[in-house]
């Protein structure tokens, strides 16, 4: 399918984040891991924990280096690492949202509870069928709704803790993610955020040579690597496409370009205002435009996450139906239902997000093509690094180049193709 033309970036509102002032930054506390996933970035390493003081003085680095809405704790499995309230606690403290991203097999209520006395914002837990997890083994990513919804009721039950979830999309994976959406349509009063990210893997059908500095070097020591081959060029425009097979009125508002393709969708943000009964339409770029540009101006810091409470106020977002062609839309479908049956005004109406990540490209000519204001930076000596590929710092003390085999960039030709 000819994905080329269901997207236009110039048409859609360029997320304003960047290196300095963005919506989030990435903390890894631990590299431990109790799940074996298949296209993880990050070495599982038992027992890797770091200490409260190191994870302090990396907080204060972000703080001197970069602005954010709320710190992603990320890992690793962060639910392992033994001081995880006290982590949670001390991000709260500085006036930072703390988001955990975790499998959320460690999760009891009781924790739960325990993380957002101490400050918890969101969680995002990751699920998809690639993580053979004990008791879900070869179930297929419509079948792990039924977790999906136990981990999504469990947030509901404690109460207004900011619930997303993310799931690796594969060649083979494609195929479900129209339900996926559909799933979330009908949970949108427990599910605020759903993250789809396209998998990455460095395999040997790419066809470049790998260095470190002036270093031929072996990238099969990497746990991003794999010596079988797969598809690993998938683009976020092919998984609007197969969305839109099932609902055609899917439209994104918002993207994050790339740092050497300025129309490639890295970040591809899609807003949508419904109950559990219908989707009323979806947000276009000036209402996420205007949502960035005024939290930003109360707060100093562009938008990352927000609580249950204010998503589920979706009639008052209606409001900005005179600034925005989509919330129009919404607003004209939303009047139209209640003509139909009045009833609907006593049903709640709430905001969701949908979110397509497209993690790094591989071009011709050997270039990399990174996510540009990349919200996911971590932090490595000190400094801000792409958290997708901090494993090459570990093994080789910096990025790792990629330079065509055959030893020609023809990048020119290739573009034009695609």
Known sequence: MNTNNILNHRELYRLPWNLSDNAISWLEPTSSCNLSCDGC???????????????????????????????????????????????????????????????????????????????????????????????????????LNELRLQYA???????????????????????????????????????????????????????????????????????????????????????????????????????????EKPDSYKWLLTGRIGSKEKIYGYTGPKFMEIMQTFHHLGTGKYLAYEKPQLTRKGRSMLLLSPFDKGVRKITKNYVSSLLTNPLRLFKGIHYQSIMIIQPVDFLPNGYQNMCDGCPDMTIWKGELVWSCRMEELKHFGCWVRTVPTDGVCNLHAKVKKE
């Open 153 to 259: 009721e469990m947030l509901t039950e404690v109460g207004n803790i900011s619930c997303s979830f993310n799931s690796t999309v594969y060649e083979d994976t494609l195929q479900y993610v129209p339900e996926m959406i559909d799933w979330a349509a009908k949970n949108i009063d427990k599910v605020q955020v759903m993250v789809f990210i396209i998998f990455r893997l460095a395999v040997p059908n790419l066809p470049f040579d790998w260095y470190a500095g002036a270093k031929k070097i072996d990238m099969n020591v990497l746990v991003y690597s794999d010596t079988k081959e797969k598809k690993v060029d998938l683009k976020s425009p092919e998984v609007v496409a197969e969305i839109q097979k099932r609902f055609p009125e899917f439209t994104p508002c918002a993207y994050l370009n790339g740092t």
């Open 41 to 143: 970035y990050r070495e599982n390493v038992p027992n890797s924990h770091k200490s409260l003081d190191e994870i302090r003085d990396e907080l204060e680095t972000f703080e001197r280096l970069r602005i954010a809405d709320g710190i992603s704790i990320a890992g690793g499995d962060p639910l392992l690492h033994p001081d995880i309230v006290e982590i949670v606690r001390m991000i709260a403290q500085k006036g930072i949202k703390p988001i955990i991203n975790s499998n959320g097999n460690p999760l009891t209520v009781e924790l739960l509870r325990e993380l957002k006395k101490a400050g918890l914002f969101g969680f995002t837990f990751h699920i998809d069928s690639k993580q053979g997890r004990p008791k879900w083994k070869n179930k297929n990513e419509i079948e």
